[in-house]
């Protein structure tokens, strides 16, 4: 999740200059949600500057309405491996060959205009995302057809189970109101769907939505919730200060007392955020350097003290990582026999980093690096300019690096030149996080970033694998997986070993850590956030169906 | 009448020079905009995959593959009919409305705390100047302490302690959320004490500039032979303040004034976002971050506009204040 990130790190950032002006513990602690009465949730996803309207669930600057207003079928918690939570869906099965998908719709659902909800809907938006390739950032490509009022089936020319969860993930609008519009171009002002929540009113400095008394679910407990803009995360912390917001996802000084400096509130960390050192490993696709060689990374893996780094460079709010990037602990299941370590080594383990080397016909030089035909064992590492947390990581990592005889320089540039450098291979090395896809299931990583077809040669345009990994293997195993069931294990363990065995040895994204994405929430005045217990959502405000999912459950104190 | 036509064609000239700019310095920046868009939307919990990279792209029509005069042509052409086209990242917004929601804050703001440091810097400094050598000297390095403490320092510390310490005011925003923005008194006054913080830290940070000015121009004034003319005929030390010395000091600044009114347009980047305000400075920084050109091409159009116009002005008046001046030129 390099974006998220990116807010994070630019707020740690930030954060330093709120500690040194002494903002952090002194000043008062706030006493209610300043959003007024308390069934109010007040919560910044981080939108920075104003809000400019737009309530179309498919457009790519839409400011909200996902889950809370329109609904999809089923809801994928993708904090935890789990099934389904049903929504507008109750029950969805694949044919065999998994070509088709039937899904039985819940009955008895009405728009919030009052119209009834029925299966021509879910037709019509699919067959719309279709017709309009612009606005179909899923890629359906099947064939939707109403069986009856509440019956629904999606087929396809191939097996195409690894699409469930994407299909599952779109939010369903209504066709009477949407059939006379341009999907593109509206910013449907004034949202119907079938959520929990209906808009109540927009501004630019804020919009909120209120509960719909005739949601087909529980009505929420939660009256209205209010989504405000600030500058950035900097702001967000000053306001958790002045008790003025009731949830934001990114830090704030001094994160592990939080419980103590404001009482209110209490801090929970979820980690999904694989943090790698990627490299650009494809020497046959125009990448240079030394890293291009699977040793040299093999030894940068083993060089890293992962625990200093937690310690100096992540306040302590990381976790361990697994090599084969199945998400620790949640994804265990999904670990094959060929993974030895099960994470990462937490020290440095430096002999076993000097061995890689040397087996590989890498010499020690007298300045203490090792060289190899002449070229110095000296790594640029592309950091992005004020993500502090990253550039300290970095830091830190070549001080530890050196001591395996390898030199680690860091380079800063700006967001838009960072991602300039990775997407055309311009580069070595860059600090940066893999994500998710829209299932708890470790496909999706794989195949959007050891994919060849989201590859290309350096100097063209890369898509999520810039490290320009190329194994045939890998992207036949990706292909084989594609056409199995996500719950069939036993049958996938064959590819999803192949897959690990090669990513470990290539390693062209080596692991660091797992980044922590941390909540801060009022627990005075509302109960119900997720827990170490019930993990029913993925904890971040930013993440709109997981964030739609916690409304629902929340309950006001008193 | 020659004087204006040269001035006239002179600032067509600039014009012309600036709107050049405009269009160059946006398309030298690295990065595209489909990338920052996928990476904001990540964030905001979707996933991307490649298919999500190839619907955008053809969303916002990628790299545009018409040749640069081609492009350079139609920006022209559509800039003259007052279509600066659509925002990418408040896609499909235009870039028009964009820009109106964001310039009444920036302009009320900006603007009222200009003319309120203008007009008690020069008021002190004609008071100070008037007195030279007396304890009101120490007001110069008093307020150009206050000049030199870093900009966002001097907002953070007068945060602190008039936000957070004190509680007197809200800390960020432009107006209580609840309120529906409106001509009614309860949002305008939610609005005033809003702004009341943002506006005292530029008043403090600009002031000193208008002082000192001032100050100086009254000094070397008051040493004029007019000015012991007018003590000579006995006039009081007010009327020769007021009508003698002031008037004749105030014209650089009066200058001065105008021009700063033009940049009031561009608002105060650091102070939106100090203050989460709503303005244009904020537009303008999201704007280059995202790599909106569209965007960053009208805000910087409604700057050089602004300023532009506000030299255009000044000019103008001082062709006809100022016999000198049509006479030299």
Redesign the interface.
Known sequence: ????N??RRRAVGALV?ATA???TL???TGSGSG??DASTLVVY??Q???Y?I?FNPF???RIGGLGTIYETLFFHNKAQVSDPVPLLGTEQAWNEDGTVLSVTLRDGVKWSDGEDFTAEDVVFTFDMLKET???????FDGTVEAVDDTHVTFSFEEPTFVKGP?LM?TPIVPEHLWADINP????IEEPIGTGAFTLK?F????YTIEANADYWGDEPKVKEV?F?????NQ?GA??I??G?IDWQTGPIPDIQNTNKNFPNYEAFTQWQNQMVLATCSNADLGCTGPQTDPAVRHALYYALDREQLNNLAFMETANEISPAFTLTPSQDQYLTPVVTELSAPERSLADNAKESLESAGWALGDDGIYAKDGERLSLTVEVVTGWTDYITAIDTMASQAKEAGIELVAAQS????W??KK?SGNFQLAMDSL????APDPY?LYN?FYSS??GAEVGESA??NYSRYDNPDVDAAIDELSTLPLDDLAARQEYFEKIQGAIIEDMPYVPVLTGGTTSIWNTAEFSGWPSGEDLYA?P?V??????AEIFKRLEPQG | MNYFVRKLSFYAVALWAALTLNFAIPRMLPGNPVDILLAKLQQRGGTVTPETREAYALLLGGDSSDPLWVQYWDYLKNLARGDLGVSVSYYPTKVSDVILTSLPWTVVLVGIATIIAAVLGVALGAFVGWKPGTWLDTLVPSTTLLAAVPYFWLALILTYLLARVLGWFPMQGGYDVVLTPGWNWEFISSAITYGFLPALTIVLASIAGWLLGMRNMMVSTLSEDYILTAEAKGLTPMKILRSYASRNAVLPSVAGFAISLGFVVSGSVITEQVFSYPGIGGRLLGAVTNNDYALMQGVFLFITLAVLGANLVVDLLYGLIDPRTRARS
């Open positions: 999740m390099s974006p998220t990116g807010i200059g002006l002494g903002l002194t000043a008062c959003g007024g996803t981080g920075a500057g104003d400019q737009n457009s790519p600057s390739p612009s606005i179909n950032a899923g890629g994407d993930n593109v171009e509206d910013v009113e501004k630019p400095q804020a209010r405000i803009s600030l500058s950035g702001a000053d306001a200060a002045a003025t700006s967001w838009n030149e991602t300039e997407v994500w998710q896809g829209p999706y959007y077809a989201s898509g999520n993925f971040a930013w993440s709109a169906f997981d964030a």
